[in-house]
Every structure is written in structure tokens, then in C-alpha cells.
């Protein structure tokens, strides 16, 4: 019989049941890795509670991870047995026109980690594509694997203002107070931004904000979002927008307080075949730049990796509970309430 380990395994849409499995066998020019800290995405949590592999389950979920290699098949020497790694969950092949023109994170040939059972477990295996293709990043023993794995909710948002160029004296407004918001101010500030604003419909997310250098914070189950941020502005209305949530009314928003020549984001993913409802004179008339945002080329990975790991980026502050992997559900309800800011599990914390 196969050796088991535990995993948190999803039956279907909102059936996610702590469980023992069979470990991963090793694949061919591959390798096997002990997860030690599974950071839990906003993603995941969507994928977990809808039928996101439409009907194909089992599945375990879980990309944000950072662990140790365990084993190594035969022949293969880019990794070292008990080497901490963190594993950027999606490797571009560096050959497509998407990735050979400087947009890595348009790869048509990636190597998704949707394909292959993910970190919500206590083992995870990766193919020879994924130790050809790298991303995959050595963590140093000093380094808390914790913190490592916040190098990838890290990664989508460091792109976003690298691309956008936030800079010295840019005013931001943040959709948003997520861990990605949060990011994304935290980010801003260090690129210089002289005022940001966040707002959120959720109280307890922006009681959270106090470490991170926020500007302004803006609760819109209290206010209109729109006519609070115009005030903060002056009516200008700030340089940047970014929608950071998974609303269609944000994005309306967006277009409202973004200034003449601004530039307003379309970070957040929205419902799939949700469709919103746009004041497009906005665009026409302030002659905005309209940029939708996904992911993080292959060096933008590499620098939010070695950003993630810098004492200056605050982990300790983002990472409101680590738990055990044996209570996702309840780290699950802790992220939607608002409750959490950031949640990472660990496979090797037992309960009790
Ligand atoms: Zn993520
Ligand atoms: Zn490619």
C-alpha cells in the first residue's frame, strides 16, 4: 500500500475535506517537496466554493508554496535534497512571442499549477518541465517559509505598479482592502506615492490598515466611495485608481475618481461571465488610460521573491493567522468575513 499523507482535498463546490491520501510518487526528472507553508489566495477560496473544474474532483488546490525537497528521482541535480524552495505556481516557457516580447505573464504555453494536485497537502510533486522552465526560488534557512510564501500574492501586485509606474508624488486610490489592496499600498508608498486611499465595505479589513503607511482610508458601508475620494482629491481625483476586489461596481468607480489623463486598473477578477455597467464618456472625455492587470512576468516574480524576503516588506503585519492545515475551512470563513487578513497553513502544524 501506498504511504499516505493529509491533505485538504475539495469533493466539489464548498466540499473541501481534510483527509489522508496517497503521498505523490516522484515523476520522472522531477521531484517531490514537504510543504511547510501554503499561503490561502482569494483565488483559492473561489476555486474552492464554486464548481471550478467542472465536475473533476478530487483536486487538491493550494499555490502559494514554499517547502523542502523531499526526494529527487534519478539523474537530476538542479535541486539538493533538503533544499527550502519556493515554487511560483506558474512557469512560462520563455519561448512563446507572449514571453519572447517582455509579457511572460501572457505565456500561451505555461505551465499551469492547475493541472497538477497542489500545496494543500503535505507533499507536492513537480515534472522535469517545471526544473527546465525554474521559477523556483531558494529560500535561505534564515528566511521564514511563512514569509516566503507571501512572495506570491506579492508577485501579481509588484507587476501592477511597476507597470503602471507609480512614483514620487502619484496619489493612488486602492479598491480594496485584501491582502492584495494592502499590497498594493504598501508597494505604492515605496515607489514614492504622496497620498494613498483605500477604501473597502468592510470595517474590520480597514481596522487592519494601521501598519502599513495608508494615507486615507475610506469605509463605504458609511460613505459613497466616489464622492469621498473626490473630496479627499480636491475634485481632481488621484493619478492612479485600482480596483482590487472582485465587484463590477468598483470598476465603475474607478473610472469616476481617476483625474483627466489618469490611469484606472482593472486588478480584481470578477464572477466569470459577469459583465459591468461603464460610464465610457469617462474614458473618452478625461481621456484616461484604461489598464487591466494580471499576473507578473518571469523577473517581476524574481524581484517580488527577493522583495518578500527583504526586512523592509512587512510579513509580519500581512500575516494575520497561521494555522494548521487541518482547519481551512475555518481559515476559509476567517478570509471572507474579514476577519483574516492573510492566512498561511502549515501541513507540519498538527492540532492540539
Ligand atoms: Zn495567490
Ligand atoms: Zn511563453
Request: hydrophobic share 40%.
Amino acid at each position: 500500500m501506498d504511504a499516505l499523507m493529509d491533505a485538504a482535498v475539495m469533493h466539489g463546490p464548498g466540499d473541501v475535506r481534510f483527509e489522508r491520501v496517497p503521498i505523490p510518487t516522484c515523476p520522472e526528472g522531477g521531484f517531490v517537496l514537504k510543504v511547510e507553508a501554503v499561503g490561502l489566495c482569494g483565488s483559492d477560496i473561489r476555486n474552492l466554493s464554486t464548481d471550478s473544474r467542472k465536475g473533476d474532483y478530487p483536486f487538491i488546490y493550494g499555490h502559494e508554496v514554499v517547502g523542502c525537497v523531499h526526494e529527487v528521482a534519478p539523474g537530476v541535480d538542479g535541486v539538493a535534497m533538503g533544499e527550502r524552495l519556493y515554487i511560483y505556481p506558474e512557469a512560462h516557457c520563455l519561448r512563446c512571442e507572449n514571453c519572447r516580447s517582455g509579457r511572460s505573464n501572457q505565456c500561451t504555453d505555461v505551465d499551469s499549477y492547475v493541472k497538477r494536485p497542489g500545496g494543500f497537502a503535505e507533499y507536492i510533486s513537480y515534472t522535469a518541465t517545471r526544473l527546465e522552465r525554474g521559477a523556483m526560488y531558494h529560500v535561505p534557512e534564515s528566511v521564514d517559509p511563512v514569509r516566503a510564501s507571501l512572495a506570491e500574492p506579492l508577485s501579481s501586485t509588484y507587476a501592477c505598479v511597476e507597470n503602471i509606474d507609480v512614483c514620487l508624488g502619484d496619489t493612488v486610490a486602492i479598491l480594496g482592502a485584501g491582502p492584495i489592496g494592502v499590497n498594493l499600498a504598501i508597494l505604492s508608498k515605496m515607489r514614492g506615492a504622496s497620498k494613498v486611499i483605500v477604501a473597502d465595505v468592510n470595517g474590520d479589513r480597514l481596522d487592519r490598515l494601521g501598519p502599513f503607511g495608508v494615507d486615507e482610508v475610506v469605509d463605504g458601508s458609511m460613505c459613497d466611495v466616489v464622492d469621498t475620494i473626490l473630496l479627499l482629491t480636491h475634485s481632481r481625483g488621484v493619478d492612479k485608481a485600482i480596483s482590487a476586489n472582485p465587484s463590477t461596481t468598483s470598476q465603475q468607480q474607478i473610472l469616476e475618481i481617476t483625474r483627466a489623463g489618469g490611469t484606472a486598473v482593472f486588478f480584481g477578477g470578477v464572477p466569470r461571465g459577469s459583465t459591468a455597467e461603464l460610464d465610457t464618456n469617462l474614458i473618452h472625455y478625461k481621456s484616461l488610460w484604461v489598464y487591466g492587470h494580471y499576473g507578473a512576468t518571469s523577473i517581476q516574480v524574481q524581484r517580488a521573491f527577493e522583495l518578500a524576503l527583504d526586512p523592509k516588506y512587512p510579513a509580519e503585519s500581512i500575516v494575520s493567522h497561521v494555522l494548521p492545515l487541518a482547519r481551512i475551512n475555518e481559515a476559509i470563513e476567517l478570509t471572507r468575513s474579514g476577519e483574516a487578513l492573510k492566512v498561511v497553513l502549515k501541513p507540519t502544524l498538527k492540532e492540539g
